[in-house]
């Protein structure tokens, strides 16, 4: 049976924020805030950890809590094997061939119904449904509530099949957001639609800025040796990530740096089950390099340790196929880490090509990308400051807040 439980969180004051974002953004802020303080608001996703919706309610809650609007998130609950039904759509609007079997799609539709009974429970008056795991939950319960649905996932290239199945659910929701306007579904209602890219908490474990000493001894039990190049790619388990495909890119650097490393890292949250297999697939063809590190959150890596990459990594690679948006990405630039992305999403949005980082396509261009980064520190100190100052002004939490403010007070 599904059901739906409450997920506790830490407080966060937005006035820790106020010298961090423009004066303008807090002030508009606070003057927002005053205008919702009447409305109740529950927020649903798949799970509280591992992967970048979690990463950012985590943060985004609190500080709605913050300015005195009542909010409460909630996770669903379901049977382990509903999110290998899921994780195949989150695959099929994504582009991937394929359709749900009459046994999927009937698991689908029968577990979302009884998520909704649950949802029915709640006091509220806006209801916002993450992703496509709860979507037809959501679509059960909106004569009950006003609704919202916020797809982070890239739809550029959709399966037609999904985008059929989805889109009726889809329409009977108040508003709809997507990251980017390029992720548009043919079929939605255009007067509902909204685009907003999502953000990073500069203030959080993961964020804050930590020195270089201080990162360093945080990865010496992992075994990793800061005083050669450290090449690091941080994503889900995932193909869309293309992890083989920097293993390959990552070998060709190796032969002009031949002391170099390479560490691939990342969650298995419990709504990828098909992680598991793909972490496996990379350990399988890399266990007799022991200068491949393959690190998760099973291993005892967690958002410091994260930070602590983050800051000392030579280069960060973010080579994916498809990308909702990509905050690792974003974390990286803020710490004024330029990144070797993937012309793909929202990699492309967040990186000017050649001036806060590199926009790839193949393992060749990786590889030359990488190469620079590595051979001239002066153009990477250079695109590293700008791609901070790029984050500073579209990429924080408090400007994803101001965001959907708006959108609420559009609502009621």
Known sequence: ?????????????????????????????????????????????????????????????????????????????????????????????????????????????????????????????????????????????????????????????????????????????????FSLSEYELEGINKDKLLFFPPAIDPLSLKNVIINRDFAENMLRRFKIDPRRPILVQISR????????????????????FPDSQLILTGSLPEDDPEAIQVIQEIKDKTINDENIFILSDRDGLGSIEINALQTIADVVIQKSKREGFGL?????????NPVVGGKTGGIKVQIEDGISGFLVETIEQCTNAVITLLKDVNLKTRMGEKAKESVREKYLMPRLLRDYMLMLIGMT
């Open 1 to 177: 049976m599904a059901d739906i439980s409450k997920v506790p969180y830490s407080r966060i004051e937005i006035k820790k924020y106020k010298d961090i974002i423009s004066p303008v953004l807090y002030n508009e802020i606070l003057t927002l805030g005053e205008k919702l303080k009447r409305i109740k608001i529950a927020v649903v996703n798949s799970t509280a950890s591992g992967g970048g919706v979690a990463e950012i309610l985590k943060s985004l809650i609190p500080m709605f809590e913050s300015i005195g609007i009542n909010i409460a998130w909630y996770v669903t609950r379901t049977e382990p094997n509903f999110f290998s039904t899921t994780k195949k759509l989150h695959n099929l609007l994504q582009g991937q061939q394929g359709k749900f079997s009459d046994k999927e799609l009937k698991q689908y539709i029968d577990t979302n119904k009884q998520i909704a009974e649950q949802l029915k429970q709640l006091n509220s008056d806006v209801l916002i449904i993450n992703d496509p795991q709860p979507l037809s939950a959501g679509a059960e319960v909106c004569k009950k509530f006003k609704t919202v649905w916020h797809c982070h996932v890239d739809t550029s290239f959709v399966n037609e099949w999904a985008r059929a199945m989805i889109v009726p659910f889809v329409n009977k929701y108040s508003r709809v957001i």
């Open 237 to 256: 388990f995932d193909h869309w990530k293309d992890p083989l495909g920097v293993i390959k890119s990552y070998l060709q650097v190796r032969k002009h």
């Open 328 to 336: 690792t990405v974003t974390e990286a630039m803020w710490k004024k």
